[in-house]
């Protein structure tokens, strides 16, 4: 993956299985700059469901 890939990643989206999906809560999480407080971004937030489909998959289920 090189830099430029890493720009093209939408930041609200969790990897699972090989590819970037919405956490099927659709949540996010900020992210904040630890010198001021202020958000400069948002992280997907993946569920439970999200953590048992990440498992299966790295088992091959």
Known sequence: ??????????STRIFVNGAWVRPTGGGTL???DP?????IGQL???TPADVD???AAA???
Not at 2 to 10: A, K, V, Y
Not at 35 to 39: E, F, P, Q
């Open 59 to 61: 088992r091959g289920g």
């Open 35 to 39: 010198s001021d407080g202020l958000v």
């Open 30 to 32: 900020p992210v904040t």
């Open 53 to 55: 489909a990440a498992v």
């Open 44 to 46: 997907g937030r993946g």
């Open 1 to 10: 993956m090189s830099l430029d890939d890493l720009t093209q990643i939408d």
